[in-house]
């Protein structure tokens, strides 16, 4: 077991000027117990803590690290970025390139604005689709997440697939009651929902695919399913690609199920780390944003120069370089096959999600397809595996209920590093 003494200090004392001592809560280990590691640095592969010690990244900050950490690319563009002043407030060249860049990509966004994170992204993308519909409700999947707007926390109401909760102290009746939750990948659910509620509709929103309850795939045909109801009932169909977007491809998930949303979101991968969001779609619904039309939404950080200068590089190499994809994803199949391997062996009932470079092992029996599935797994032998790969130096998503993520700076070495600990870890639970 690795010495983690200053990481404990350092969250003590957060814990005296901090909420819970994290500025976000999964952070804080509580779905696995023991004391959250204070990082200190990466490079590549590999996360060092203030102790010294070394991890394999498997989250590489939940998604956005698809190079690796401190990739020399993205380093010289921040550093030639800020000689240059880290914020003015006004239009920059880059922002130009960004937004070029990013509509180049997806065939889908023929416009897009630039925000400071997915949450408000997603916020900004219900409120213009809101605008543009003249409808107030939106559908969203239970299960999938879409930043800390109100709108979003919201859970299914008890029994009724029609209205929505409040998830959270502090989100208003009213405001759940214009979230209708439905389970993904349930297209009847959809038609049910749509047909109580005519011409109300504003937005579906969706992870196309979930990385927030686990990784859960679209089923054949979902996808499709959801484009045709919303082209017949005059539904934005909006897929939140905040983790999907250049990850599961350049062009993200919707070109890897070709399916064309009307808006999309995306998030921390577009500033290579920096705090970063955006949301774009078809010019006819992005021309009600302001100051063209009359949906107003600002930022003054939006478009920040280091931002953009970290993106810019990350999605240039991206663009450039398709290898990434066909490596990243190499890399997944031999881990996901060699786990796979590892709970036959042992006799585990265990399942895993995969798509691209990103995962889930989730410790039940059943094929994970939605929320009521993914709740199956057994949380606290996750919470086991969780920390017996922690001691061996893998550092996994802290939570059962989201999604794994490879970088290119993973090679076949890593991968069987990360095998050779799983093994030991598998074998710690069946004592
Ligand atoms: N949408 C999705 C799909 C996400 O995974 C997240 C965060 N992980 C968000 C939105 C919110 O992004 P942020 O944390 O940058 O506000």
Redesign the pocket.
Known sequence: MADTTKSKSLFEKAKQFIPGGVNSPVRAFRAVGGNPIFMQKAKGAFLYDEDGNEYVDLINS?GPMILGHAHPIVEEAVKSALSGSPSFGAPTAREVEMAELICSILPSVERVRMVN????A?MSAIRVARGFTGRDKIIKMEGC????GDSFLIAAGSGALTFGTPDSPGVTKGTAQDTLIAPFNNLKAIEHIIDQNKNQIAAIIL?PVV??MGTVLPQPGYLEGLRKICDKHGVVLIF?E??TGFRLALGGAQQRYNVRPDMT?M??IIGGGLPV?AYGGKKEIMDHVSPVGPVYQAGTLSGNPLAMAAGLAMLKYLKANPAVYTNIDKQTTTLVDGLNGQIKKAGLNYSINAVGSMFTLFFNDQHVIDFDTAKTSDTQTFAKYFQAMLAQGIYMAPSQYEAMFISNSVDDAIVNRILESSEKAFAQLKV
């Open positions: 939940w994170s997915g949450t408000e997603t997440y879409h930043g800390h992870e990385g927030n939140d905040v983790m979101t998030g921390k969001g």
